[in-house]
């Protein structure tokens, strides 16, 4: 189900992609604000989006809450900034304060307290992820063992004997106490394979759908297939004319024609009766992908943007909140070291540059999320509140990352860096980030 109406592709795009950097950007800027005001740092306002005002209230604590007229971001002003961007002190004010209305700006404050406040941004972002990463898992559940049937998936030629309920014992003679013992069966290219199962106690052998059939169980976005217009949920029945029956079939097919265009045949189920479907022909041409490998290495191989699943849903157990949230933040830290080594492989020359995308990219990929429902927008808000953290982390001036570094001099040092060097380096800081801001969009437009 799509999360938002497709109303036009580009009104889409830009709904979708202004929500979700509302979003990221409202938790980012919360958290710089909360941890100033716990610090004792005042802020004077806090705004969603940038320009004119559209609606304002005072808080209690003196702060102007708002939303502004262009969406495109936020901030938060504190006590004595010259600026909402928080670039420098507004010298005129604070030169009339007491040294404990000093305090209580963001540049009279405490060393401590100022990177703190600067830290949270990009803290607040990972816990972002990590909670959201942690609910998806909770509300997925983790499969029971032994492996046991919840329910069957659409497929042309049905699921075979197999049914709800069946405790899996084995499948083509290989045992199975969990889904480990997958890996070890060998499926031969047919529509079906011998089950051994448990049903109302009993052992029984039936036929079964293949492991992995197929099927589209998810097509990532902006990939070959999303822009064909395979959509979950559709079994490609056939390659360039030929009958295949595993998703194995797919990734040989489109390996061997290296980039060849491909034929596909497709059954996609009706959405009242999921015994039923319509026959779609289609081509695609499939691309080569950067793809990140366990050890930090990338492979490149052409892809079409299809993730596989299983021939059956397995039935799922609550792995409980601590536990989900220990696999969201390993999830979120599996994002950031992914993206440190993408840009290490970028910079050594090992894997494309187009693998960085600007905010058109950036944008198509909201879309493509929402377009394919709730969960997928709400794990892409995800994924990109982690990339949002991480860069904001680097140690360039203008960034949260460089704030920390000028922090980290003040605190070796004992002194913060002259208001010359601080110039120079914002200024170099800002040509960094609008360099690769332009590069990107240049990448959304050739690449």
């Known amino acids: ?112 307290a100022r990177a703190a406040t600067v830290a949270a941004g990009p803290m607040f972002n990972f816990i972002l992820s990590i909670a959201v ?66 049903r109302d106690g009993t052992d029984m052998d039936v036929q079964g759908p293949q492991i992995a059939p197929p099927r589209a169980e998810q097509v990532v976005p902006q990939s070959a297939g999303y822009q064909a217009g395979i959509k979950a949920g559709d079994v490609i029945t056939t390659i360039n004319g030929t009958p295949i029956w595993r998703f194995e079939d797919i990734v040989t097919a489109v390996t061997a024609g290296k980039g060849t265009p491909l034929a596909l045949g497709i059954w996609r189920p ?18 080569i992908i950067d793809i990140p490998k366990a050890d930090g290495s990338f492979e490149s191989d052409y892809k079409i943007g299809l993730l596989a699943g299983m021939g059956f849903t397995p039935a799922t157990e609550s792995p409980g909140l601590g536990t989900a949230l220990l696999g969201g933040a390993r999830q979120t830290w599996a994002t950031i070291t992914a993206s440190v080594s993408a840009v290490e492989h970028m910079v050594l020359g090992k894997i494309s540059s187009c693998n960085l995308r600007g905010a058109i990219g950036i ?43 000028f922090h980290l001099w003040e605190g070796i040092t004992g002194k913060a860096p002259s208001d010359r060097v601080m110039s120079m380096m914002v200024s170099v800081g800002l040509a960094l980030v609008l360099g690769l801001m332009v590069f990107g969009l240049w990448n959304d437009l050739s690449c």
């Open 1 to 112: 189900m799509e999360f938002l109406p497709d109303f036009g592709n580009l009104l889409y795009t830009v709904v979708a992609f202004v929500l979700a950097l509302s979003i990221i950007v409202t938790v980012h800027e919360y958290g710089h604000y909360i941890i100033g005001r716990l610090s004792g740092i005042k802020a004077e306002a806090f705004s969603i989006g940038f320009g004119p005002t559209l609606v304002s209230r005072r808080d209690r604590h003196g702060t102007v809450w708002k939303i502004s007229a262009f969406p495109l971001g936020g901030y938060v002003k504190f006590l004595g900034d010259a600026n909402a961007a928080s670039a420098g002190a507004d010298s005129g004010a604070m030169a009339g304060m007491s040294a404990q209305e000093r305090r209580h700006t963001m540049h009279g404050a405490p060393l401590w």
């Open 133 to 198: 990463f942690g609910l998806a898992i909770l509300w997925q559940g983790t499969p029971v063992t032994p492996p046991q049937v919840a329910s069957l998936v659409a497929l042309p030629q049905g699921s075979g004997d197999l049914r709800p309920g069946d405790e899996v014992l084995a499948i083509e003679g290989v045992s199975l106490d969990d889904y480990s013992g997958l890996r070890d069966v060998e499926t031969p290219g047919q529509p079906f394979l011998d089950y051994r199962i448990r």
């Open 270 to 287: 009706d959405a009242a009766d999921a015994t039923a479907g319509t026959e779609i022909s289609l081509t695609l041409t499939p691309r």
């Open 363 to 405: 944008a198509e990929g909201s879309a493509a999320a929402a377009k394919s429902g709730f969960a997928d927008f709400i794990w892409f808000i995800a994924l990109l509140s982690t990339a949002v953290g991480f860069l904001n982390l680097m140690p360039i001036p203008v960034l949260d990352g460089g704030h920390l570094m």
